[in-house]
């Protein structure tokens, strides 16, 4: 299974995927009613044998006309409320953070994330045309895209004050080809994530 993707807020695709403890991001700018869809949403996980459950990120415009409630919808509810699982960040475009930071929605996410944790703000360029990421903000990705995500831990590549160049180049071609060969291994849930990801 791919580490995570991003999918339209449809159900039953949602429930398909997150049953695989997959994470999973979800734009929801087209949604009239963002917290309900959230909610519907955050019913889906499941604990697995470990007690982990899938992460969830939802992304909504910082401009949406139920921005506020989107913003405030995590800060009193209970431990257990579906909303604790998720991930929750405003999109601001980098030539509109200046009328972001003068904004009423402005003050009331860093209000809130700083009682709770959450709105986070993702930052996009203005040429980036996905509004969605994976749940922990490391890809913007769009729907049907997914991920598949690896580490190199850099450090050990610095012995005192020399980089070995070399070695690091050889290792990042050998996660490269280790992580395609990871790719080939996926079952996707749909053709599109198939093709999306094998292009």
Request: some cysteine.
């Amino acid at each position: 299974m791919p580490n995570c993707t991003v999918l339209e807020p449809d159900l039953a695709l949602a429930k398909r995927v997150i049953r695989h403890t997959t994470g999973v991001g979800f734009n929801l700018n087209e949604e009239r009613d963002p917290v309900s869809t959230m909610k519907r949403l955050g019913e889906l996980p499941e604990a697995d044998a470990t007690g982990r459950k899938p992460g969830i990120m939802i992304t909504l415009d910082w401009k949406h006309a139920r921005i506020i409630d989107f913003i405030r919808c995590k800060h009193t509810i209970e431990q257990e409320h579906p909303l604790q699982n998720m991930n929750i960040s405003l999109l601001v475009r980098r030539d509109e953070y200046q009328a972001f930071a003068g904004s009423d929605v402005f003050v009331e996410a860093t209000r809130l994330a700083h009682a709770c944790g959450d709105p986070g703000i993702l930052l996009k360029r203005c040429d980036e045309t996905a509004n969605a990421t994976s749940p922990c903000g490391e890809l913007w990705l769009h729907p049907n895209e997914v991920c598949n995500l690896g580490n190199i831990n850099v450090s050990h590549f610095l012995i005192g004050k020399k980089w070995l160049a070399k070695e690091f180049e050889a290792c990042v071609l050998n996660c490269l080809v280790f992580l395609d060969a990871v790719r080939s291994r996926f079952i996707y849930f749909n053709d599109e994530m198939r093709r999306v990801s094998e292009r």
